[in-house]
């Protein structure tokens, strides 16, 4: 299947991927009394009173933001907000169909941080969750930061912890098939973006043995001038020999690694200096190494983000339940508890573990209802 | 029928009246490949070229925005984002169920024009209209013509020319029954809100002998030293001979009272002084003179907004088939035009004219139709 063609061609013959629907019976003008005036009238007078009527008398409880600036669409760039939505729409249809969430797609005409912040304040009173999406590092890090702080329902940026969360659960599995603990790990990660460095951040509650992360300059490390303020925050607790280098000295005696960055900068002869190499190629479509070169390399485990090879590490598998738990228990805010607990929860759905299968598939049973479970 | 009780039990049930639909297949790997990751990316390609294939390659071209800031919910008053939003949620089913449009709520926690200007259009890149909703007067003017000078997609106010429209089909229609002619008729008009100046500005398209407007001080007049800007505004039309007092005063020799205000201001002894009174009493639910009363005081035609009476002016009529219009012909603005036109296609769509029935009822056909073929 050509699949850029024929998704041009759905895409096209369904004009999107998501519309409105009424919940209610409109037949006749006694409906219509109940469902506007003057019957809603009542509705609005019990909300007027006590704003918590909202999640029962109107669709707030069951509906999530997500917001996009466009400045960071999959792996190509800024393209602004128009060109974002077919990206949002998937992910709300992703939502509806793993969650039964109703997530709207907000697509902002702006990339200035205070006015993303204001905006997203301003349309907040009817939403009950916020997906920030696709918004360029560092950006996302304070947008995020600053929303969570000054509103009372959860702010995710699903690009960060979505992508943090699949990758733990992917590495606990992995190291219990190589019965390896994280404690005597080397993890490097390549690429210092909102996925490298929330991963890195989460990882970091694992206490593995070290963490380097590295950007397009090179590692992360307190040489650095040119780094900004979330790159400075993690050396707090990575690099912690202050090593500087590239790809090739970071990775000597590296246990893990995992590509957030771009293809084909994973060398054979970089594996050859891990040990008992686990490697998670996530760039998308085509990965740091691919698949079958990593098989052959003698890598242990190997994850990419393709659909097309085994172990998909995909943000898919997460966000619909992880929302889902969220919006059941009222949840105000996603902490770090939470997500561990959803990496674990995703980690122990696989029942025929394999090192071909590290983490559950996406239409799998029961990885859903364990992670929303795992929510409290 | 207790609607009041009845109308809380729906809206618990059901937790609100709209959610999101899925439009396509999603049962396997492959059906996510078309419509997310990596399908997706070439949909947001072909938009960052060209904009416009937002509108075949996304649900933008069927997504109107319905934006308010709770400051006049119905009647009543300023109540905050969250108890506008059962309002919201009618209206887009109102739009769904008679326009198969997707009109998303937005219910804004800010009622500074500017901020909810900003707000506005930071998210306009993925609709294709706007419908300001509940927004108090005399605010409601300027954040309306400001977002449709600096948007080019259609801003409509539907508490103003929704309701402009609507009172003008009934009017063409009284008239026509009457033998009258708008140049014979001089008008009153009973409030000065966003309903009664728009309504005074569309019906002096009809160049009537004169237009009265009241507010809760009296007359508008040049006298009047408390005028907001646009009640300024109307006095270069209305008010030829420069009269001033109270609703008393302004109904001598009326021929047309339009109520847009407030319960029972219309009397016996008011009625007495009109030329063959047209009353169109549109307070809700209790109007300037119920049904009953005008007609027994010998009013030649009454109208309310009122479901369980004949003739309802109701926004309803308009604004889904007026969208839809809006929409269908990619029209970036609502002009006078287009509104004169509206109403007379709604006039001309009652077959059975009487008094009792001067304007179309909600589940009617062909007026719909009608009002959608007459935007151009």
């Known amino acids: 299947m050509d699949y850029k063609k024929e998704s041009i061609k759905l895409h096209r013959l369904y004009k999107g991927k998501i519309r409105l629907s009424i919940k209610t019976k409109v037949e006749n003008k006694q409906d219509l009394s109940l469902i506007y005036t003057p019957g809603v009238a009542e509705a609005v007078k019990l909300i007027a009173k006590n704003k918590n009527e909202a999640l029962e008398l109107t669709n707030k409880a069951n509906q999530v933001a997500i917001v996009t600036d466009g400045s960071a ?7 602004g907000p128009e060109a974002a939505l077919p990206v949002m729409e998937g ?3 992703l939502f509806k169909k793993f969650a039964d969430i109703d997530a709207i797609p907000i697509c902002l005409n702006t990339k200035d941080s205070n006015e993303i912040i204001k905006t997203v304040k301003n349309i ?7 997906n920030l999406e696709d918004i360029s590092a560092p950006r996302c890090f304070e947008i995020e930061k600053r929303l969570q702080q000054e509103l009372d329902i959860p702010v995710f940026h699903d690009d960060q912890h979505g992508t943090a969360i699949v990758i733990l659960a992917g590495l606990i599995n992995s190291l219990k098939l190589l019965k390896k603990k994280f404690k005597e790990c080397k ?4 690429g210092a973006g909102a996925a490298g460095i929330a991963t890195s951040i989460l990882l970091n509650e694992m206490s593995p043995k070290d963490i380097i992360v590295l950007d397009s300059k090179g590692i992360v490390s307190k040489k650095r001038i040119d780094l900004n303020f979330k790159k400075k ?11 500087n280098g590239n790809l090739e000295d970071a990775i000597k005696k590296a246990d893990i690694f995992i590509g957030v960055s771009k293809p084909n900068v994973l060398t054979l002869s970089m594996i050859k200096k891990m040990n008992d190499p686990i ?13 079958l070169e990593a098989k052959k390399s003698g890598v242990k485990i190997i994850a990419t983000g393709r659909s097309d090879f085994p172990n998909q590490i995909n943000n898919a598998l997460v966000f619909p339940a992880l929302f889902r738990g969220l919006l059941d228990n009222k949840i105000k805010r996603v902490t770090t508890r939470i997500k561990l607990n959803a990496a674990k929860a995703l980690a122990d759905s696989v029942k025929d573990l394999n090192k071909d299968k590290i983490i559950p598939s996406i239409f799998d049973n029961n990885y859903i209802k364990n992670i929303v479970e795992s929510v409290k």
């Open 73 to 79: 669409i999959l792996g190509l760039g800024d393209l």
């Open 91 to 93: 992910k709300s249809v």
């Open 124 to 130: 907040s009173p009817i939403f009950s969750g916020i």
């Open 187 to 190: 993890i490097v990660i390549n």
């Open 233 to 243: 925050e993690i050396l707090k607790f990575t690099n912690q020999n202050n090593i």
């Open 279 to 291: 490697v998670f190629a996530l760039a998308n479509p085509d990965p740091e190494i691919t698949y």
